[in-house]
Structure formats: structure tokens, C-alpha cells
């Protein structure tokens, strides 16, 4: 189990980055805007199950390393807070090309099972993930307690926390459907205000680094 002072920054940043919209929300509020709230609570589901996995299989691949390895420690926090600035920058960057893609995502809504199976797949094979994990996860652990486990746990509370978060986001969206769709600079509004936090939680890790 992660220090208790090391668990609540971790819940406190992660529920930072994921309240804000980043890529599994805006692919959330595609099929809400889309589909209606079944279909995107179905699709959180799927999403997060395969993210789940995904954090499970960093943690067994990555925390042997990082516990053996002050260097690497270092050099991934580094890379972690580099990688939330280039999403932040990405995201700032395509705000737009993004909500046309929530506004057009078709008229034709698959079925419970297929949703929760495209889901998945998305969540389980994004390579960003994969990245994202190896990279914030390791900001919040401590090198002297065993960091599978760690990690692990940290994954868990992150899915957690998602699954939530992104129900959320859905259900309104699904609620607001005719708000959203008839005004897109609300959409790139909402991504726009995403980059920012990415991009200065990034800035913060780098510093906090380098402080240490």
C-alpha cells in the first residue's frame, strides 16, 4: 500500500486529469451526444475494464525495475510530467478537430454488448495508456515498499475514480445531448480548459523533480 500522504496527492491528481476532458471522456461524450446515456455508461464500462488491465500489466512489467533503479526512478517522473505537457499541448492544439468528431460520430447506436466490447478493446489497447500509467504512477510511490503492489493499487483507485468520473460526464452529456450538439465552442471550451491542467500538472512534476 502506497504512504498515506503519497495515496491522497495520487487521488487528488488523478481526479484532476480525469474530471477534465482528456481522450476517454471526449470518446465517452461522443456516444452520449450521439447515443444517449445507456450507451455511454456501457461504453465507461468497457473503457474501463480494459484500462484496468492495462494498469495491472504496467505494474507487473514496470515495478521491478523502478524498484531496483533510482536512475530510472528519476528519469520516468521526468518523462511522466514531459508527456502530460505534449498531451496538454496536443489536445490545446486539435481542440477543435475534436469536437467535430464528438458531433459527428453517427446516428445508428450499437448494441450493450458491442459497446462495451469496442469499450474495452479502446481502453485496453491504447497505446497512451500503456505510457500514461509508466509514467504518473511511479510519481506517487514509495521505492522502499514493494511497487507491484503499489501500483497496482494505484491503478485500482485510478479506475475507480474514472469509472465515476466518466459515468458522470456521460450521463450529462446524454442528458444534454441538444445543448452540446447545437453550440461545438462549448465542446472546445471544455477540452481547451483539459490541456491547460494537463499541461501545468506536467510543469509541476518536472519541477517537483528537480527540487529534489
Known amino acids: 500500500m502506497p504512504p498515506r500522504d503519497h495515496l491522497l496527492a495520487f487521488v487528488i491528481a488523478s481526479t484532476a486529469i480525469i474530471l477534465l476532458p482528456g481522450p476517454s471522456v471526449l470518446f465517452t461524450i461522443a456516444r452520449a451526444v450521439s447515443w444517449g446515456r445507456r450507451i455511454a455508461v456501457a461504453t465507461v464500462v468497457g473503457n474501463n475494464l480494459g484500462a484496468l488491465v492495462t494498469a495491472m500489466l504496467v505494474a507487473i512489467g514496470v515495478g521491478p525495475l523502478l524498484q531496483h533503479s ?14 502530460l505537457i505534449w498531451l496538454g499541448i496536443g489536445a490545446w492544439r486539435l481542440r477543435s478537430a475534436h469536437a467535430n468528431q ?80 447545437s453550440a461545438p465552442s462549448r465542446l472546445v471550451t471544455m477540452r481547451a480548459i483539459g490541456s491547460s491542467v494537463m499541461t501545468g500538472l506536467g510543469i509541476y512534476i518536472i519541477l517537483t523533480v528537480r527540487r529534489h
Open 70 to 83: 533510482m536512475l530510472l526512478y528519476v528519469a520516468i517522473q521526468i518523462a511522466g510530467g514531459g508527456y
Open 102 to 181: 464528438i458531433l459527428n460520430a453517427g446516428d445508428v447506436a450499437p448494441s450493450m454488448g458491442r459497446t462495451i466490447r469496442e469499450g474495452f478493446i479502446v481502453g485496453l489497447l491504447n497505446p497512451k495508456s500503456f505510457v500514461f500509467y509508466a509514467a504518473i504512477f511511479p510519481q506517487f510511490i514509495d521505492r522502499s515498499r514493494n511497487v507491484v503492489t503499489q501500483m497496482m493499487v494505484l491503478g485500482l483507485i485510478f479506475v475507480v475514480i474514472a469509472f465515476f468520473s466518466d459515468s458522470t460526464w456521460g450521463i450529462l452529456a446524454g442528458t444534454a445531448r441538444t445543448w452540446l450538439s
